[in-house]
């Protein structure tokens, strides 16, 4: 087997060595061909831009968190703009027509009360969805974001959140999962009117968000899911008891 490996081992296109510890955040943008933008636990953010010969990437790093970066995500519409989140609770967003040194155009300090695990982008409105190791999943309107004060804020599960993803095909859905071993599916333009909140005398249910339509469970320790791009409703989840592919009845 060690034979193997070293006959059809490949060696990296590129490799930059400007960040000095380990990272968890990275994503390729799907607007630049070739566009990267990776970040480090010492808060560092680095943006490679793909050249003729590999890639180019600033030695400076893109100031702003105080702590590590936990994920990063580029904005679906707009080629220069990401948002990062990070252990230091807040969620930024950034504009790499700038310098790195100023390059930070929004923040939300406070996004969350503890770590900020994850982030998505809307792809259709300019919301960002976000979850955080208070159990929180709080969804954020970039025209409201220096307010920091989110437009919706969802309380169901009970332990970090560890993936958050919008429906590709519906802008008001996004699913999310935690380390309570349970994955969520929300939709925002769901509301209970007065006569539904007075017949709800199901006490199994009556203190569940009305935007909640779905629970998935069966699997321990959750780590991430996404939708598929191409068949509606369905969703593929990762954990330590493997995978696991499905469709509900409610997407």
Known sequence: MSEFVKKNSQLPLFQFNGHQTEGFALDWSSNVKGQLATGDCNK???????????WMVDQRPFVGHTNSIEDIQWS????????????DQSIRVWDIRASPLKANMLTCDQAHSNDVNVINWNKNEPF????G???????????LFKDNRPVGIFKYHTKPITSVEWNTNDSTVFAASSEDNQLSIWDLAVEKDDQEQMNDDDEATKDLPPQLLFIHQGQKEM?????????????????????????????
Not at 133 to 143: A, G, P
């Open 44 to 54: 560092n953010i680095h943006v490679w831009t793909m050249i003729d010969n590999g």
């Open 128 to 131: 960002i969805v976000s979850g």
């Open 223 to 251: 780590k991430e899911l996404h939708w598929h791009s191409q068949i509606p409703g369905v969703l593929v989840s990762t954990a330590q008891t493997g995978f696991n592919i499905f469709k509900t009845i409610s997407v």
């Open 133 to 143: 190791d208070d159990s929180q999943i709080k969804i954020w309107d970039l025209r």
């Open 76 to 87: 679906p519409n707009e080629p220069t703009v990401f948002a990062s989140c990070s252990s």
